[in-house]
């Protein structure tokens, strides 16, 4: 299984790369993670934020592979476990032959509608909010997890 992550906006904190090669790389008996990582839409006071998340929007839609099972990360999507997680990707995705999954993380401003629209599925990993820096990591530890789960294999609880 092939797993796109496409975010909004580059990485440029060293200590948030650190930790994102680091579950990359413990990710890697179990899949392949692609980064996407998407030039953010500068946030200018005069322009209409809908705009802004259009923009960007398009940009993230652009990135999709059309056969890619699209998850979008949003506050408003499903609050799942993290064994709740291992059982989705298990029994939806794996199970049902799906090669390859995309999440989708916005940037400052969150998703487009248009985005949420194309989605097949919504997650929220919180009802806060986080940077997107800071999500990437989340969500990699969780994908871990999942995997962890699936496979029988020890994990911290």
Do not use: C, W
């Not at 980064?35 to 946030?43: C, G, Q, S």
């Not at 809908?50 to 056969?67: M, V, Y």
């Not at 995705?93 to 097949?120: H, M, P, R, T, Y």
């Not at 997650?123 to 995997?147: C, D, G, N, P």
């Amino acid at each position: 299984m092939k797993i796109n992550i496409v975010s909004m906006g580059k990485i440029k904190e060293d200590s948030f790369n650190t930790l994102i090669k680091e579950y990359i790389k413990r990710i890697s008996p179990y899949s392949t993670i692609i980064r996407k990582e998407l030039e953010d839409e500068k946030i200018i006071s005069s322009q209409k934020i809908d705009l802004i998340k259009e923009k960007e929007g398009d940009k993230i839609i652009k990135a999709l592979s059309p056969n890619s099972y699209k998850i979008a990360l949003t506050e408003q999507g499903k609050n799942l476990s993290s064994e709740e997680l291992a059982i989705f990707v298990k029994e939806s995705l794996i199970n049902s032959g799906k090669a390859e999954i995309s999440f989708i993380i916005g940037g400052a401003l969150g998703l487009s509608e248009k985005v949420l629209d194309s989605a097949d599925y919504k997650l929220s990993l919180s009802k806060m909010t986080f940077t997107h820096q800071m999500v990437y990591v989340f969500l990699l530890e969780q994908i871990y997890r999942a995997f962890k789960i699936i496979n029988g294999e020890p994990y911290h609880k």
